[in-house]
Antibody, heavy 119, light 108 residues
Framework: QVTLNESGPALIKPTQTLTLTCTFSGFSLTTTGVRVSWIRQPPGKALEWLARIDWDDDTFYSTSLKTRLTISKDASKNQVVLTMTNMDPVDTATYFC???????????WGQGTLVTVSS | SYVLTQPPSESVAPGETARITCGGNNIESQTVHWYQQKPGQAPLLVIYYDSDRPSGIPERFSGSNSGNTATLTISRVEVGDEADYYCQVWDSSSDHYVFGTGTKVTVL
């Protein structure tokens, strides 16, 4: 059974760095073809892809946020970590992690974690 | 960057057919996936590879992709189908995942 769970602060101040952890089970990030992405959704708005990390440590980032994002993995702990620097109120959103399939679809998602940026 | 455009809303009566479009430049050359998202929940994959259904998704959900438009069709709509729907592609020219703007389906 594949599961993903996001964890991190619910509230963060402007200019601070956000660190989110995706802890997963039911698959391994050492298996060829496995990928994990972070996706966010501001309240009432559409989904926005942020970053991806692959089984072979390849990483991909949203062009618009690339300078602020870092994605990494600890395969032994079944975790993927996203850091986002210089947080702003417009970054208030629910942040999801999701497994990427070979078809380029996201076949399993975490429940999401709401992050509010406010002083 | 690649843009996917969806109508903001679609209203349909129970038992009727809902068709949700996703417009993109030469989208037929892309592989399109569709997600259903109910309030307070994570998105759920309902169509992948343009027209395939994951296990557990009813046959009422189908997809097609031609020209500049991909379409998600929901036949015999039920009240439980009321949700936001998003299309998505992997744009290999930019190494980006792209989501559509989303369509809110209301079952009258």
């Amino acid at each position: 059974q594949v599961t993903l769970n996001e964890s991190g602060p619910a509230l963060i101040k402007p200019t601070q760095t956000l660190t989110l952890t995706c802890t997963f089970s039911g698959f391994s990030l050492t298996t060829t073809g496995v990928r994990v992405s972070w996706i966010r959704q501001p309240p009432g708005k559409a989904l926005e892809w942020l970053a991806r990390i692959d089984w072979d440590d390849d990483t991909f980032y949203s062009t618009s946020l690339k300078t602020r994002l870092t994605i990494s993995k600890d395969a032994s702990k079944n975790q993927v970590v996203l850091t986002m620097t210089n947080m702003d109120p417009v970054d208030t959103a629910t942040y999801f992690c999701a497994r990427g399939s070979g078809s380029s679809a996201f076949d399993y998602w975490g429940q999401g974690t709401l992050v509010t940026v406010s002083s | 960057s690649y843009v996917l455009t969806q109508p903001p809303s679609e209203s349909v009566a129970p038992g009727e057919t809902a068709r949700i479009t996703c417009g993109g430049n030469n989208i037929e050359s892309q592989t399109v996936h569709w997600y259903q998202q109910k309030p307070g929940q994570a998105p759920l994959l309902v169509i992948y590879y343009d027209s395939d259904r994951p296990s557990g998704i009813p046959e009422r959900f189908s997809g097609s992709n031609s020209g500049n438009t991909a379409t998600l069709t929901i036949s015999r709509v039920e009240v439980g189908d009321e949700a936001d729907y998003y299309c998505q592609v992997w744009d290999s020219s930019s190494d980006h995942y792209v989501f559509g703007t989303g369509t809110k389906v209301t079952v009258l």
